[in-house]
């Protein structure tokens, strides 16, 4: 890691040739684009944990597979499987198999999520509390509960061995994973890395929200003039990255191509943005630097869009700022509209929608969106539309104030 | 790109600065073990704490940081400490990379108790606070010039990868210091679910905090020389074999001190003991003395290595982060100036 290997001048393009995906709409690339596509809704009451005293009571939950992918997972692995760790396999092995990448203990893996396996940590307390002296799966629970229990899995299921670097930056997580990857292959530390981000629906975390009110009682609506809230939902997705050079000699599949991330810090305050949206701002001029891309350049936004009154109307402002005369015609929707917020899985997986819709030149449209909320410059997509999409942006922003934007461009063979 | 340490601190069972680390490290007598409760249980668990501060910090003045849990107090006195001998000057930018295993039990557990109680009146001032990322964020309003900053989660090993991004953001002029942090809090889930793996872990709490700089003139005489690629326990490596590996490729000389991660379980110690068993040069092991802080004990052993090297005790010292259950890597502090050991230097 260190001293690092020299970097290369020009740095190398980075490449994306594998991507899974599962989320409340279904698993796999096919299921989610023609969710996306048409705007469907992956709402439902959650049947995870009890809701009877919160005032949500619905969110965008994931339906697993009866059957795990077949990998070099032991039987008694399978058998102990976490709900986090199954996300994240599924959506692994999809990227994996696609990628036709091999078995390496080099390959590092750079993953962002919220909460780990939080399902079993509350389980680890409801038995500590009630039943004190019953030991019975708590030392399981203790190890699996932590996010680097759930990279293992992954690790020993495609033969990995590399080093894992998870990171934590609420619900950017996701975004800084790949961004940090795409650095690590940019930078010249490693030709290849594999990335996204996950996370699973916990009472903990639905009961965070709720007590926040930041869960919408009617429907989850961004940039909607009556917004109330956003949705939850779970799920994970995963990207293959590599020089193009790499990429190029194996004959791969190229899905589309990163070519900008940046992060910053937004200080105004632990959970809401500043109201001027200054970090998602410099966020989004900083990618385009790195990109060397203008707002001009962009044909779509994938919003962080949650549907909190705080995060959209910040937001919104910041787009309007960043565009310019471009935003009265640039197209911009959430995809959490349809699958909730993912938290740490939310980067990642709005990534692959985006790549997903400049693969089929398409705009994710919001359905539920009634009334756009008029500080928004910007046409909000609000029905199925077909586009001519080349370069897009991706923002996610987090509890804490870390703010990344991911650009994406189409690969034309 | 020479990456060089500026400065180190630490809160720890020891007190609330680098040098009531050393000095309780150089006694070499394990501090006393309080008891910890834990409901139900007549037995308490065994606990080294954190004592109070001689003086309120002023730090926690700052509004952002009155409600935040003892994690970040520890982490922001840690990184104070760190950048103290830097001059002010608000145009300088400061990194943040905030390492943490547990992170922030203790409003994590007091949020989650009352969801159990009802969940429809659970407090929402509690729930922000028990966010990975929160420690990383008062940090940043605290410290008002970081334009990056990042939170690392993972065994203790991975104070080590925080090292290589801290390094990695200066070469890429992302920052001009980059402080890395490793904090960990206590409270009774935290010292029960250890219990359950190692019952005679005796848990700690703090933070140890290492600024890192690519401009000389502002080092404390020690610079970065190398941090072993991590190895990932799982089919490819044995946490035995993976000691053993960043053993070898970490090298060593007789007179470089050895900071290992050795406690008082041959169970838990067993991989890394093996690893060095053929080491003759001097050797500290915080873990004994302080207890099992996670990655508070991570950091602890980089801040002993730099003070070693800083204090020309050493021209070399060695952490070596043997992580419980994610990885193994080490790292090589030396004096500035002092050849890489080519042989070391991860391809």
Known sequence: ?413 | MSIFVTGYGAVSPAGWSAADLQKVLAAGIPLPVQPLDRPGWEKPLRMRAVPVPPDKPAFLAHPRLRRSSAITHYAAAATLEAIKNIPPDTSRRIGLIVCLQSGCVQYTYRFFEEVLTNPATASPLLFPETVFAAPASHLAALLENSPRVTTLMGDPATFAQGLAVGADWLRQNYVDIAVVVGAEEINWLRASALWHLEHAAIISGGAGAVALSGDGSSSCGVELGLITQPRSYGAHWSRGRAAAAVRAELGGRDDDLLCDGLGNSPRVDGPETAAWRDWTGPRVSPKRIFGEGLMATAAWQCVIACAAVAKREHSSAIASLVGCNQQATGVRFQACGAPNDSRNICA
């Open chain 1, 1 to 413: 890691m260190f001293p690092p290997r020299p970097q290369p001048s020009p740095p190398p393009r980075v490449v994306i040739t594998g991507a899974g995906i599962i989320t409340g709409l279904g698993a796999g690339w096919k299921k989610n684009a023609e969710g996306f596509r048409s705007g469907r809704t992956a709402f439902r009451p959650v049947t995870l944990f009890e809701t009877s005293h919160q005032r949500v009571k619905l969110a965008a939950e994931v339906d697993l597979p009866k059957e795990m992918p077949r990998t070099s997972l032991s039987v008694r692995q399978l058998a102990r499987l976490d709900r986090a760790s199954a996300l994240l396999l599924l959506a692994s092995v999809e990227a994996w198999q696609q990628s036709g990448w091999e078995p390496s203990d080099s390959i590092p893996m750079v993953l962002g999520t919220t909460s780990g396996g939080m399902p079993l940590g509350e389980e680890y307390v409801r038995q500590a509390v009630k039943h004190p002296h019953r030991h019975r799966r708590q030392p399981t629970r203790a190890f699996q509960y932590q996010a680097h229990s759930q990279s293992q899995i992954v690790l020993d299921a495609l033969g990995l061995g590399g080093p894992v670097t998870i990171i934590s930056n609420a619900c950017a997580s996701g975004a800084c994973a790949i961004g940090e990857a795409w650095n690590l292959v940019r930078g010249g530390a490693v030709d290849r890395v594999f990335t996204g981000g996950y996370d699973v629906l916990s009472q903990f975390v639905f009961a965070g929200f709720d007590s926040l009110q930041a869960l919408s009682p009617t429907t989850c609506r961004p940039f909607d003039k009556n917004r109330d809230g956003l949705a939850m939902g779970e799920g994970a997705a995963m990207l293959a990255l590599e020089t193009l050079e790499s990429a190029r000699k194996r004959n791969a599949e190229i899905l589309g191509e990163i070519i900008g991330y940046a992060t910053t810090i937004d200080r105004h305050h632990l959970t809401q943005p500043h109201p001027e949206g200054n970090a998602a701002f410099t966020a989004m001029t900083e990618a385009c630097a790195t990109a060397k891309v203008s707002p001009a350049d962009i044909d779509y936004v994938n919003a962080h869009g949650t549907g909190t009154p705080l995060n959209d109307s910040a937001e919104a402002v910041a787009i309007n700022r960043w565009a310019g005369t471009r935003a009265a015609t640039l197209p911009v929707s959430s995809t959490k509209a349809n699958i909730g917020h993912l938290l740490g899985g939310a980067g990642a997986v709005e990534t692959v929608a985006c790549l997903m819709a400049m693969q089929g030149q398409w705009l994710p449209p919001e359905l539920a969106l009634e009334t756009p909320d008029p500080l928004c410059q910007f046409p909000l997509v609000s029905k199925p539309q077909e586009a001519s999409l080349t370069t897009v942006l991706s923002n996610s922003f987090g509890f804490g104030g870390v703010n990344a934007t991911l650009i994406l461009r189409r690969w034309a063979a």
